[in-house]
């Protein structure tokens, strides 16, 4: 989950009782990472998961009963995820139950404000009440999940993630189904066209639309790692935001609609211009993913989506446990 304490937040303003479950250590096998997290409603709704299966079946209910118990008390344990449990991953995960009441509005609130400025590490640990007790001691560059499980009562988490930044030129059709495919996932995106009225009413809450007469100064004000996606209605412009695009070494991904031929001519422009042959072979065109034929709008924002998530991926710093 990507907003977790604001979710437990909103939750709370709702009902009386609400339940975490995160998953705070791995090992061996498992369908999900450290860092995977549920959050039960007393109505038997949820957000999230754990991965699912019999895991999750189990500990859904655990979350249940503690959020009917008296007085509920946080609880880690560890699963072997092997025959008794119906799964055969093979490896075993802790997982660490809790229940926040309206008591806990203002906690909950000062880990919503932490998360909505991006990642964050906090120091857990279990007290004596069946409560845990939660610290933060780091706020800045995101990390993997760590934690040393149930030994010492003692884990750390990370919550909170910056989404990748999407600039993505071009309100037709295809811009349009795009927005729509990137709207659950983990990317903001500022979608930008020169045209007026080009942009439909409602627009996801992850987006920002921005009409520019001067759509490749966009470029120069992206952040680094940003992902670029050129699908403008003037193949013109196209070569001109992406040529802008180039020119910088930082940026995360850079994509252009269109065919093979049109990336050759792009390419030939592109060398007239006194782009380097190592520039333009950066240059993503066409976009999607090549198994997908498809021309529906709909599709070729699936497989565009799918090639962005391949690119983070990809972009994400090597982490190991300690």
């Known amino acids: 989950m990507q907003w977790v304490w604001r979710q437990i937040r909103e939750s709370l303003e709702q009902q009386r009782r609400v339940a975490l479950i995160s998953i705070i250590k791995v090992d061996g096998s498992a369908p999900r990472e450290a860092g995977a997290r549920m959050v039960v409603l007393q109505d038997a709704g949820f957000f999230g998961t754990i991965g699912g299966g019999r895991l999750e079946y189990e500990a859904l209910a655990m979350a249940q009963a503690a959020l009917a118990a008296e007085k509920p008390a946080a609880s880690l344990r560890v699963w072997p995820l092997g025959p008794n449990l119906g799964q055969c991953c093979g490896g075993s995960v802790t997982t660490l139950i809790e229940v926040f009441d309206v008591g806990d509005l ?18 857990g640990r279990m007290t004596e ?3 845990v007790e939660r610290k933060i001691f780091e706020q800045g560059a995101q990390r993997a999940p760590l934690g040393d499980g149930a030994v010492k009562g003692q884990f750390i988490e990370w919550f909170g993630e910056l989404p990748r930044t999407v600039l993505l030129f071009g309100a037709g059709h295809v811009g349009r189904a795009l927005v729509l495919a990137l709207s659950q996932l983990p990317f903001s995106v500022r979608w930008i066209d020169s045209r007026a009225g080009q942009f439909p009413q409602h627009v996801p809450a992850n987006v920002v639309t921005v ?10 004000a992206a952040p680094f790692g940003a992902f ?33 031929t049109k990336r050759a001519r792009f390419a030939s422009q592109a060398r007239q211009l006194g782009l380097s042959e190592e520039r333009i072979a950066r240059l993503v065109c066409p976009i999607g993913l090549s ?23 990809r972009a994400k710093p090597s982490t190991s446990s300690r």
């Not at 906690?107 to 906090?122: H, I, L, T």
């Not at 209605?233 to 609609?257: E, M, Q, Y």
Request: charged residues 25%; proline residues 5%.
């Open 211 to 220: 009409r520019s007469d001067e759509p490749e100064r966009e470029i120069d």
């Open 129 to 131: 009440q069946g409560k």
């Open 291 to 313: 198994d997908i034929r498809d021309k529906q709008p709909s599709v070729i924002a699936a497989g565009v989506a799918a090639q962005l998530l391949i690119a983070r991926e």
């Open 106 to 123: 203002a906690e909950v609130s000062q880990f919503a404000a932490a998360e909505a400025a991006g990642p964050f590490a906090v120091l």
């Open 228 to 260: 670029v996606l050129i699908m403008t209605h003037s193949h013109p412009l196209d070569h001109s935001i992406a040529a802008s695009a180039l020119r910088r070494d930082d940026l995360g991904f850079v994509g252009l609609i269109g065919s093979a």
